[in-house]
């Protein structure tokens, strides 16, 4: 009784312990999600057009690209130095905020690399012991966050939009004034929309990958049984 107990606690203690991996493996989507979102400019591009920015701001579609190319070059952990927009006036709020939102996209950047030196020495410990349950464990975890999203965003996007920055932003400098900080009328919100979700596809892509590898382990350390061998009647 008591192995059986402690058998029990072991099992229950290692998918615990799978949990917190599936928690590293959503971590992990969500960086590259980001990270992908943010720098697939072509997208921005695209919207340029779809919403017909230039008309809508007054500005050549160059200058809103250079623009734009400006704020995301800033936001990139590689940039050092301030925020100076090349046509566009800015307010203290506006470049305190996006400040807030470069030190945002750097714990991202950061939580990335963590999660992939973290993630393959999990790789190549539970590849020694020959064990992955924890793919389809993380699987499972890695997708309840982006269902959630997905529910939120379907319901109500604006209110979703800003539980988020009420959850990141400790101040109200996300709310701009388009005359003091023009750039928040190159930014639409179905922008923001399409970038979160990107960030839900390659999570969902990423857990789909998980099952699969899972799926594939299973079957090939699957011990196919020995057939009996057939009895000899002849003596």
């Not at 203690?13 to 980001?34: A, E, H, P, Q, R």
């Not at 950047?109 to 993380?138: A, Q």
């Not at 982006?146 to 800003?162: E, N, R």
Request: aromatic share 20%; net charge positive.
């Amino acid at each position: 009784m008591k192995k059986y107990s402690r058998r029990n606690q072991k099992g229950n203690v290692n998918f615990i312990f799978d949990i917190g991996i599936g928690v590293v493996w959503t971590l992990f989507f969500i960086s590259l999600g980001l990270i992908l979102a943010i720098n697939f400019r072509p997208l921005y591009y695209a919207n340029i057009h779809w919403f017909q920015l230039d008309k809508y701001s007054g500005l050549s579609i160059n200058e809103i690209k250079s623009n734009y190319n400006t704020l995301i070059d800033y936001c990139s952990p590689f940039y050092y130095g301030a925020l100076k927009f090349p046509t566009l006036r800015s307010s203290v709020s506006g470049i305190s905020h996006f400040e807030e939102v470069k030190v945002l996209f750097q714990f991202f950047y950061i939580m990335f690399l963590i999660s992939s030196i973290f993630l393959l020495g999990v790789i190549t410990w539970k590849k020694k012991r020959n064990d992955y349950r924890y793919l389809k464990v993380s699987s499972i975890t890695a997708i309840i966050l982006p269902m959630i999203t997905l529910i939120g965003c379907s319901i109500d996007f604006d209110a979703t939009f800003v539980i988020f920055h009420k959850i990141f932003f400790r101040n109200d400098d996300w709310i701009f004034d388009p005359y003091t900080d023009p750039i928040i009328d190159l930014l639409p919100q179905e922008f923001f929309l399409q970038c979160a979700l990107i960030i839900v596809f390659v999570v969902l892509v990423g857990s789909l990958i998980l099952y699969l590898c899972y799926r594939h382990f299973k079957k090939k350390n699957q011990v196919t049984p020995l057939l009996k061998p057939k009895m000899n009647y002849y003596y």
